[in-house]
């Protein structure tokens, strides 16, 4: 059992977390593939956080809980890309224009970074404390990290994790260096043949260069190159570059379920009513064309 929190958001920013004891029932991306259910199913004090399970068979899951309250539902595509093919092929699955897109902004970062810009790769145990002696203060800079406690997460337990998964040769990660400094990170835990879109972050000073972008296509033909994975795993949650770079994606859903008691029962109503009056101001500022501008000043 593992503290959780019920958040309310408001774009990229969160408002208000509610504290709640829950176990974890986690899908991996071949679990989504194959459709598969654990015979376990995990139970906290309040309940259980489900996070990307296979659309297709929610209500199995959901079944496994008879009384609880469910919650919190977010339906997503989860993006992923098949690493079958070669770096090439991969390519050659995108437009023209985007193809050409993405080689001018790597173009515009070379031009623009005093000196260019690197790229270095992180294995090893000493690669990877080298990787977060550079990654975690730029982390902290990052709008994920400031509004919504997502930066590369900076604890023992996750120094060890990362370190023991490089003891094993599971733990791949990258920096981009430009002026001097590192502008951009990736990290990518490998389970089974799946690497795994843990982390990428960037100093938003660099944003209007595009480092995560140029970052995330060096990153991707390197790991072509390896020719060792099967897939690599956007995780759960929509995002216009998970959808871009992703050559397939699945149906999947995350939502907390807890026990009917009238606090949780008040609790996600709460939410729900949250939910959709956020849904509705968003509906309205598209109509308006406002809706670029209000997500920037959510991340200020």
Same mark, same amino acid.
């Given at each position: 059992? +593992?503290?959780?929190?019920?958040? *309310?958001?408001? !774009?990229?920013?969160? $408002?208000?977390?509610?504290?709640?004891?829950?176990?974890?029932?986690?899908?991996?991306? #071949? =679990?989504? $593939?194959?459709? +598969? %259910?654990?015979?376990?199913?995990?139970?906290?004090?309040?309940?259980?956080?489900?996070?990307?399970?296979?659309?297709?068979?929610?209500?199995?899951?959901?079944?496994?809980?008879?009384? /609880?309250?469910?919650? !919190?539902?977010?339906? *997503?595509?989860?993006?992923?890309?098949?690493?079958?093919?070669? *770096?090439?092929?991969?390519?050659?699955?995108?437009?023209?224009?985007?193809?050409?897109? @993405?080689?001018?902004?790597?173009?515009?970062? +070379?031009? #623009?970074?005093?000196?260019?810009?690197?790229?270095?790769?992180?294995?090893?145990?000493?690669?990877?404390?080298? /990787?977060?002696?550079?990654? @975690?203060?730029?982390?902290?800079?990052?709008?994920?990290?400031? $509004?919504? =406690?997502?930066? %590369?997460?900076?604890?023992?337990?996750?120094?060890?994790?990362?370190?023991?998964?490089?003891? =094993?040769?599971?733990?791949?990660? /990258?920096? &981009?260096?430009?002026?001097?400094?590192?502008?951009?990170? $990736?990290? &990518?835990?490998?389970?089974?043949?799946? %690497?795994?879109?843990?982390?990428?972050?960037? =100093?938003?000073?660099?944003?209007?260069?595009?480092?995560?972008?140029?970052?995330?296509?060096?990153?991707?033909?390197?790991?072509?190159? #390896?020719?060792?994975?099967?897939?690599?795993? /956007?995780?759960?949650?929509?995002?216009?570059?998970k959808a871009m770079f992703g050559t397939h994606s699945a149906a999947c859903t995350s939502l907390v379920l807890l026990e009917p008691t009238i606090a949780n029962r008040t609790l996600l109503g709460a939410r729900a009513g949250f939910d959709a009056s956020v849904a509705?101001?968003?509906?309205?500022?598209?109509?308006?064309? +406002? &809706?670029?501008?209000?997500?920037?000043?959510?991340?200020?």
């Amino acid at each position: 059992m +593992a503290a959780a929190a019920i958040d *309310f958001t408001l !774009g990229s920013r969160r $408002l208000l977390s509610v504290p709640r004891q829950l176990a974890t029932w986690s899908f991996t991306l #071949e =679990d989504v $593939l194959a459709g +598969a %259910l654990s015979q376990a199913s995990p139970r906290g004090r309040d309940g259980v956080r489900v996070l990307s399970a296979p659309t297709p068979r929610l209500a199995e899951v959901t079944a496994r809980y008879p009384g /609880f309250i469910a919650g !919190g539902r977010q339906d *997503f595509r989860r993006h992923y890309i098949d690493m079958s093919q070669s *770096f090439d092929d991969y390519m050659a699955q995108f437009s023209g224009k985007t193809r050409s897109t @993405l080689r001018r902004k790597a173009r515009k970062l +070379a031009d #623009e970074a005093p000196g260019g810009y690197e790229v270095t790769e992180h294995r090893t145990p000493a690669e990877i404390e080298a /990787f977060l002696a550079a990654a @975690l203060p730029l982390s902290a800079r990052t709008y994920q990290a400031r $509004l919504l =406690d997502a930066g %590369l997460p900076d604890s023992p337990e996750a120094r060890h994790a990362m370190l023991e998964a490089a003891e =094993d040769d599971r733990m791949r990660a /990258f920096l &981009l260096h430009a002026g001097g400094e590192a502008v951009a990170y $990736l990290s &990518l835990p490998v389970t089974g043949q799946t %690497l795994v879109y843990a982390h990428l972050g960037y =100093d938003p000073d660099w944003a209007r260069l595009s480092p995560g972008t140029v970052l995330q296509m060096d990153a991707l033909e390197r790991l072509f190159a #390896e020719c060792r994975y099967r897939w690599f795993d /956007f995780t759960e949650g929509e995002g216009a570059h998970k959808a871009m770079f992703g050559t397939h994606s699945a149906a999947c859903t995350s939502l907390v379920l807890l026990e009917p008691t009238i606090a949780n029962r008040t609790l996600l109503g709460a939410r729900a009513g949250f939910d959709a009056s956020v849904a509705s101001a968003k509906a309205l500022a598209q109509q308006s064309g +406002a &809706l670029g501008r209000i997500r920037a000043l959510l991340r200020a």
